[in-house]
Each structure stands twice: as C-alpha cells, then as structure tokens.
C-alpha cells in the first residue's frame, strides 16, 4: 500500500528516487501529457458552464483522480515512489528543505524568474518546458513575489471547521468547504499558493513545476481532514444539477470514475500522518 | 522615423515604464479605477467605449469588448473580450463575481481586463504569447 510522506520528513534516498522517477516521465513525454490535460481543464471549466476539474464540488476529487494517475506512472518508474505532500502552513519560506538543491530547487533569479539550481535548473538539460502559453522553455518560480505569505494553520483550520461541503451556485462564488479550500472565497487556501510559488505555478500550465504536485497531495489531504472532523457531511450536490459533477456523475476525461468512487483515499494510499477519527469514519 | 531609431526608443522607454509600471500595479493594489484612459507611457486608450489601445511596458495591449457573438479568427469564447498582446491573443475568462483572470495568471482574480492584460505582461516579462491552447 502507498503512503504519502510529508516531503519535510523523505531521506535523502527518497528524494532522488522521487526526483529521479520525474525526470524519467519528462524524458518519455509521459510528464507533459499530464500538463496537456490540466491546462485543457483550466482553459474549459467556466462558472457558467460545464465544470469538472475546477471552480466546481468535483475540484477535490477530480484533483485525487489525476494524482492517483500520476503516482501510477511514477510507480511505472519506480515501484517505490509515493506522492509527498508539502505542508506550506508549517515549511512556509524560501529556506525550506523543499527548495534545497537536493529537491526540487530553488526561486528564480530576478532577471527572468529562471531557477538555476536543482534537478529542474533549465541548464541541467532535463526539465525544459513545452507545454506552455508563453514563450519560455525554462521552468520559473518567484517565491513570495506574488504574494507575501502562505496561508497559516489558523486559517487552515478554519477553513476545516466549514461543516457544508459545497454549495449552489456549484461554482468559484459558492461559500463552503470546497470554494474557501480551493480559495475563490475566504482567506484563501489553495490559489494563493499557486500565486506564492509564481512562475508556471501561477499559470494554467501549472504542472510543470514538479511542486504542483505536492501541493496538491496537501490539499488532498486537507480534505481528508475534513472529512474526519465531519464525519456525517457527505459530497454535495447528490443528484440533478446541470453542468456540475453530482455524486454519482462520471468525471471527464476518465469517464469511469465518480466523485464517490473517489471519497475514502484509503483504498488507494493511507498518509504517514493519518487524519484523527479517520479510522472510525 | 527609421527603424534603429525606434528600437533604440523603445528601448529607452522600456526602461523607464518598469518604474511607471510598478506605479501602476500599486494604485491597482489600492482599489484605485486602473482603466484611467492613460498608458504608463503616456498614450491614450479609449476607455469609454471599452476598447483599449495602448503600449504598456513596451507592449501592445489590445482589448475588444464582447459582442455577443463570434469574433473574426478568435479562438476565444463568446461573450468575452478579446485581449491581445502584440497581436497574441491571451485567454481570459470572468468569475461569477465580476472579476476576471487568465492563463498567465490563473490564480489571482482582477477587477477588469485591462488590470489583467498589464498585469500578464509584467509577467511575461518581454515573452510572446504562444496560440492558444498549443505548444
């Protein structure tokens, strides 16, 4: 069984073979094919219309299907690799172990926002970037330029403390769990730290920065969280709704995976921390 | 004007519109109503009727309204305006609330499209924008 690891916790071991397993999808193309996806959902989910990946109830399960998916293929690589998560409110500066040489490298420099050091340094000759809506084939990042700070535990957790998964109207104006996680409302969780990454991270080609990732396997757990702390409070809408992935919905591009195929990640991965109550629920 | 002449302009005014530029994000941070009407190079832009025109950090920013219908050649939705820069059309998109964003920045909500379309070439920092949705 997989466990996800807090990234701050991997041994030196751990972090090449995770770096390593990237660097061989982005060789074999496999990488980019995840970035083609994402971008392809950033660019059709509207508030207005038919949303799935996005701005709608099904962000947070549709974001577990496809890092389900590429764990697979990093598994593919090496069958001992797991997706580490990376807890921004406690490794919340520059400094952290995460931006070390030895992971995923640093910020970029000033002049063009080019990371020079790491795995994915543009000049190491193994990370350019293709899929993109500029330009540039060099992975970029401006830590703490976009925005200042991560988001604190305190908000974190009162954002946790939200009893109602989602609400109508389904979309980035909704109040709830799902829309102040995803940060279109609120103090603003998850978007605030693509903007805090900068760079690619900041854009709809967001997965070219192997730390999307991470990100995302932290939001994937902030949900599991919560559904520890609520443990009666089910996935909404159930049942009706146009343009919108209720429960029992397929998810596009899969087609054969629904949100409640989705709920308990515990048939997939545990975490080395596993949410309190999650055993009982 | 020959063409050295307006490269080495240009380049000059480049240098002076980061300043300008940076101005111009900050009144944006303080709620102040971005589409003034006047480049951060001093050229008008036609804020009334909605278009704009204008040369921002060395950059062409083009805006159309929205007609309702399908615009000449735009890859871009229906009902949205057409947000060029240097000829390049960027892909918007407006939330729920009002507020808009785009793929240069996806996460970050604007209060108009002329905010977002400066706000993309500071990101771009001097890059063309690829067609959209390719490689």
Do not use: C
């Not at chain 1, 991270?201 to 730390?211: E, F, H, I, L, R």
């Not at chain 2, 808009?100 to 706000?119: G, Q």
Request: proline residues 5%.
């Amino acid at each position: 069984m997989t466990v996800r690891k807090n990234q701050a916790a991997l041994t030196a071991e751990e972090k090449r073979a995770f770096t390593n397993a990237l660097l061989e999808l982005k060789r074999t193309g496999r990488y980019d094919h995840f970035v083609t996806t994402h971008n392809g959902f950033i660019m059709g989910d509207t508030d207005t219309g038919d949303r799935v990946g996005h701005r709608s109830p099904s962000f947070l399960p549709w974001h577990r299907r496809f890092l389900l998916e590429f764990e697979a293929a990093l598994q593919a690589v090496d069958k001992s690799v797991s997706l580490p998560y990376w807890d921004w409110t406690a490794d919340r500066t520059p400094r952290a172990s995460l931006w070390a040489a030895d992971f995923l490298g640093g910020t970029g420099r000033a002049r063009d926002g080019q990371v020079l050091d790491g795995p994915f340094a543009y000049a190491a000759g193994k990370w350019q970037v293709n899929v993109r809506v500029d330009g540039r084939a060099y992975l970029r990042r401006a830590l703490g330029e976009g925005v200042a700070q991560l988001p604190t535990k305190a908000e974190v957790d009162a954002v946790l403390a939200m009893p109602v998964y989602d609400a109508a109207p389904w979309n980035s104006s909704s109040n709830g769990f799902r829309n102040n996680l995803e940060g279109w409302r609120g103090a603003n969780l998850h978007n605030r730290v693509h903007v805090w990454v900068g760079g690619q991270m900041a854009t709809g080609v967001s997965p070219n920065d192997p730390v999307f990732w991470l990100h995302h396997a932290f939001i994937d757990k902030l949900w599991a969280e919560w559904q520890a702390r609520h443990p009666q409070s089910p996935y909404l809408p159930a049942a009706g709704t146009p343009n919108v992935v209720d429960l029992n919905d397929t998810m596009r591009p899969w087609n054969n995976v629904t949100p409640a195929d989705m709920l308990d990640h515990r048939k997939f991965y545990t975490f080395d921390a596993e949410p309190a109550a999650a055993s009982q629920r | 004007m020959n063409k050295i002449t307006r490269r080495q302009a240009l380049g000059t005014t480049a240098g002076a519109l980061t300043v300008l530029g940076l101005a111009g994000a900050t009144a944006y941070a303080a709620g102040t109503d971005s589409r003034a009407g006047i480049s951060a190079d001093g050229a008008a832009s036609t804020g009334n009727t909605g278009n704009v025109d204008e040369v921002y950090q060395g950059r062409r920013i083009q805006i159309t309204p929205a007609t309702g219908g399908a615009h000449h050649g735009g890859h871009h939705s229906a009902g949205l305006p057409a947000v060029r820069i240097d000829g390049r059309e960027l892909h918007v998109m407006q939330n729920a609330d009002g507020t808009w964003i785009s793929v240069v920045n996806h996460y970050e909500t604007f209060s108009d499209p002329l905010s977002l379309a400066r706000a993309a070439v500071r990101e771009l920092q001097g890059a063309a924008l690829v067609p959209m949705g390719g490689m």
